[in-house]
Protein backbone atom coordinates (compact mmCIF):
# COMPACT_ATOMS: atom_id res chain seq x y z
CA UNK A 1 0.00 0.00 0.00
CA UNK A 2 1.34 3.46 -1.12
CA UNK A 3 1.85 5.80 1.29
CA UNK A 4 0.54 9.28 -0.28
CA UNK A 5 0.92 12.76 1.09
CA UNK A 6 0.28 16.37 -0.42
CA UNK A 7 1.24 18.87 2.53
CA UNK A 8 1.90 22.70 2.38
CA UNK A 9 5.09 22.15 4.89
CA UNK A 10 8.40 20.87 4.10
CA UNK A 11 9.44 17.65 5.14
CA UNK A 12 12.95 16.14 6.14
CA UNK A 13 14.42 13.71 3.45
CA UNK A 14 16.43 11.86 5.75
CA UNK A 15 13.69 11.35 7.85
CA UNK A 16 10.97 10.34 5.74
CA UNK A 17 13.79 7.96 4.14
CA UNK A 18 14.65 6.08 7.63
CA UNK A 19 10.63 5.80 8.23
CA UNK A 20 9.88 4.68 5.03
CA UNK A 21 12.84 2.05 5.00
CA UNK A 22 11.77 0.66 8.54
CA UNK A 23 8.04 0.47 7.32
CA UNK A 24 8.80 -2.07 4.18
CA UNK A 25 9.56 -5.73 4.55
CA UNK A 26 11.16 -7.88 1.78
CA UNK A 27 13.30 -5.41 0.52
CA UNK A 28 16.64 -5.50 -1.08
CA UNK A 29 16.58 -2.09 -2.73
CA UNK A 30 15.24 1.32 -1.71
CA UNK A 31 15.06 4.12 -4.89
CA UNK A 32 14.16 7.80 -4.37
CA UNK A 33 14.13 11.01 -5.96
CA UNK A 34 13.71 14.39 -4.72
CA UNK A 35 12.49 16.99 -6.76
CA UNK A 36 13.57 20.86 -6.25
CA UNK A 37 12.27 23.82 -7.43
CA UNK A 38 14.87 25.53 -9.97
CA UNK A 39 15.59 28.40 -10.85
CA UNK A 40 16.99 29.21 -14.34
CA UNK A 41 19.14 31.71 -14.48
CA UNK A 42 18.35 33.44 -11.76
CA UNK A 43 14.74 34.57 -12.43
CA UNK A 44 12.58 32.66 -10.04
CA UNK A 45 11.25 34.14 -6.82
CA UNK A 46 9.01 31.83 -6.59
CA UNK A 47 7.06 28.59 -7.18
CA UNK A 48 3.43 28.82 -6.29
CA UNK A 49 1.91 25.29 -6.35
CA UNK A 50 -2.09 24.38 -6.52
CA UNK A 51 -4.24 21.60 -5.78
CA UNK A 52 -7.90 20.43 -5.26
CA UNK A 53 -7.43 18.63 -2.12
CA UNK A 54 -9.10 15.02 -2.42
CA UNK A 55 -8.92 14.73 -6.06
CA UNK A 56 -5.81 15.33 -6.24
CA UNK A 57 -4.55 12.78 -3.54
CA UNK A 58 -6.95 10.39 -4.81
CA UNK A 59 -5.29 10.76 -8.46
CA UNK A 60 -1.78 10.39 -7.13
CA UNK A 61 -2.94 7.17 -5.49
CA UNK A 62 -4.12 6.24 -8.57
CA UNK A 63 -0.76 6.74 -10.36
CA UNK A 64 0.97 4.67 -7.09
CA UNK A 65 -1.26 1.51 -7.42
CA UNK A 66 -0.88 1.36 -11.33
CA UNK A 67 3.17 1.33 -9.91
CA UNK A 68 2.42 -1.47 -7.70
CA UNK A 69 0.74 -3.06 -10.42
CA UNK A 70 2.99 -3.10 -13.16
CA UNK A 71 6.44 -3.85 -10.60
CA UNK A 72 6.93 -5.96 -7.48
CA UNK A 73 7.42 -3.48 -4.92
CA UNK A 74 7.35 -3.76 -1.44
CA UNK A 75 6.57 -0.02 -0.45
CA UNK A 76 5.96 3.45 -2.24
CA UNK A 77 5.86 6.95 -0.84
CA UNK A 78 5.15 10.45 -2.54
CA UNK A 79 5.18 13.07 -0.61
CA UNK A 80 4.39 16.27 -2.48
CA UNK A 81 3.90 20.23 -1.36
CA UNK A 82 1.77 23.00 -2.49
CA UNK A 83 1.84 26.74 -1.88
CA UNK A 84 4.60 29.39 -2.76
CA UNK A 85 8.44 27.68 -2.64
CA UNK A 86 11.36 29.60 -2.81
CA UNK A 87 14.10 28.38 -4.94
CA UNK A 88 16.35 25.39 -4.35
CA UNK A 89 13.20 24.05 -1.92
CA UNK A 90 11.90 20.43 -1.99
CA UNK A 91 8.86 20.36 -4.32
CA UNK A 92 8.57 16.65 -3.91
CA UNK A 93 9.61 13.01 -3.42
CA UNK A 94 9.14 9.54 -4.73
CA UNK A 95 10.55 6.52 -2.70
CA UNK A 96 10.36 2.72 -3.83
CA UNK A 97 11.13 -0.42 -2.39
CA UNK A 98 11.45 -3.71 -4.18
CA UNK A 99 13.22 -7.32 -3.67
CA UNK A 100 15.32 -6.07 -6.63
CA UNK A 101 16.69 -2.73 -7.57
CA UNK A 102 15.06 -2.94 -11.29
CA UNK A 103 11.46 -3.39 -10.54
CA UNK A 104 12.70 -0.20 -8.05
CA UNK A 105 14.17 1.78 -10.51
CA UNK A 106 11.77 1.59 -12.89
CA UNK A 107 8.50 1.97 -10.81
CA UNK A 108 10.46 5.16 -9.30
CA UNK A 109 11.08 6.23 -12.95
CA UNK A 110 7.26 6.10 -13.78
CA UNK A 111 6.09 7.80 -10.74
CA UNK A 112 8.04 10.69 -11.45
CA UNK A 113 6.81 10.68 -14.90
CA UNK A 114 3.50 10.10 -14.35
CA UNK A 115 3.99 12.54 -11.23
CA UNK A 116 4.92 15.30 -13.76
CA UNK A 117 2.65 14.92 -16.50
CA UNK A 118 -0.86 13.48 -14.61
CA UNK A 119 -1.35 14.36 -11.20
CA UNK A 120 -3.48 17.35 -11.20
CA UNK A 121 -0.96 20.59 -10.03
CA UNK A 122 -1.04 23.73 -11.12
CA UNK A 123 2.63 25.27 -11.30
CA UNK A 124 2.28 29.51 -11.37
CA UNK A 125 6.03 30.99 -11.51
CA UNK A 126 6.42 34.48 -9.77
CA UNK A 127 9.27 36.47 -11.37
CA UNK A 128 10.65 39.62 -11.51
CA UNK A 129 9.34 40.21 -14.95
CA UNK A 130 5.68 38.77 -13.37
CA UNK A 131 3.62 35.95 -13.09
CA UNK A 132 3.23 32.85 -15.72
CA UNK A 133 1.56 29.54 -15.30
CA UNK A 134 3.72 26.84 -16.38
CA UNK A 135 2.43 24.92 -19.37
CA UNK A 136 3.08 21.39 -20.27
CA UNK A 137 5.94 20.38 -22.05
CA UNK A 138 6.39 17.95 -24.67
CA UNK A 139 9.72 16.57 -24.00
CA UNK A 140 7.00 15.43 -20.20
CA UNK A 141 4.73 13.81 -22.57
CA UNK A 142 7.36 12.21 -24.80
CA UNK A 143 8.56 10.34 -21.65
CA UNK A 144 5.00 9.20 -20.86
CA UNK A 145 5.02 6.83 -23.86
CA UNK A 146 8.02 4.85 -22.97
CA UNK A 147 5.53 3.24 -20.42
Do not use: N
Request: charge should be neutral; aromatic fraction near 8%; include cysteine.
Amino acid sequence: MADIRVQAGPFDLGREMDRFEAAVSGAGAVVSFTGLVRDEGGRLEAMEIEHYPGMTERAVAAIAAEAERRWRLAGCLVVHRHGRLGPGERIMMVATAAPHRADAFAAAEFLMDYLKSRAPFWKKEHGASGKAWVAARDADEDALRRW
